[in-house]
């Protein structure tokens, strides 16, 4: 069923798959979490993905997207988004983005992390702390019956209290359901109370991706990977949600975000 603005709206039992897919996602990023230290490369990481995700009777939803020849993204330090696994092995000191999906009876699931490779600047564990936090921040302000852009506007208003960071505005979160990317799209910039209203049965990939610098991004020759015009650093978090009348539920996280939304004080479906 599709209203206002062409956004799917899933059934409870839709949702439900949508839960076991972004599952699969939680589990596989968890376990590529653990696997980062210097000395692996990022082809090795693609490879525990892509196990994972079909030991577990899912499929990768990134390969074969659009030609993209991978399970994961892998973004290395200045690299944003849409890194491709390859032989590039990572250093100690390194950022590494790992966006990851899979999708479950037709139905998808979406999330990134950015990790640490042994141990990074301070500067650097803040850059990663501001973004994951600016998403949860985007999640908490998300009410039924309120408006998406309220999401993009809890998100912008984190970062930028959080010092001089660049809130990249080429690439956005998304709608997600019977594909990955559906509408509408999610900025992770703007006023509040403006766009779609927040209803139940809408699935939302929220992603934030900030730098030490510029907004400003290219895509290098490879035609996939995203980075900074400046060289500056990037981090990249990203869950996939929805709002229940007992609270959100954040399907990509393994206890559903109960722990981190009761510290933000907001019902989560799962508590
Ligand atoms: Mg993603
Ligand atoms: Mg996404």
């Not at 809408?202 to 035609?223: F, N």
């Amino acid at each position: 069923m599709f209203r206002e603005r062409g956004i799917e709206i899933k059934t409870p039992e839709q949702i439900a798959w949508m839960r076991e897919a972004g599952l699969v996602v939680a589990e596989a990023l968890s376990l590529l979490e653990s696997a980062v230290e210097p000395g692996v490369t990022t082809r090795e990481l693609d490879a525990i993905a892509e196990t994972h995700i079909r030991s577990r009777g899912a499929t990768p939803n990134f390969l074969g997207y659009h030609g993209f020849p991978a399970t994961i993204c892998t973004s290395v330090n200045d690299e944003v988004v849409h890194g491709i696994p390859g032989d590039r092995v990572l250093r100690e000191g390194d950022l590494v983005s790992i966006d990851c999906g899979a999708v479950v009876e037709g139905w998808h699931g979406d999330a990134a992390v950015t990790v640490a490779v042994g141990s990074v600047s301070d500067e650097l564990h803040e850059l990663m702390r501001v973004c994951e936090e600016s998403m949860w921040r985007g999640f908490a302000s998300a009410r039924l019956g309120g408006r998406l852009s309220d999401i993009s506007a809890a998100i912008e208003a984190y970062v930028r209290s959080q010092g001089d960071y660049g809130v990249v505005e080429d690439y956005v979160g998304h709608g997600i359901g019977s594909a990955m990317h559906m509408a509408p799209r999610v900025p992770n910039f703007g006023r509040p109370s403006k766009g779609p209203k927040l209803v139940r049965g809408m699935a939302l990939a929220v992603e934030p991706m900030i730098t030490l610098g510029t907004i400003d991004t290219d895509v290098l020759d490879d035609d996939w990977t995203v980075v900074t015009t400046d060289g500056s650093w990037a981090a990249h978090f990203e869950h996939s949600f929805t709002l229940t009348p007992e609270g959100a539920l954040i399907l990509t996280a393994l206890d559903g975000g109960a722990a981190k939304l009761a510290e933000l004080g907001v019902a989560c479906a799962l508590a």
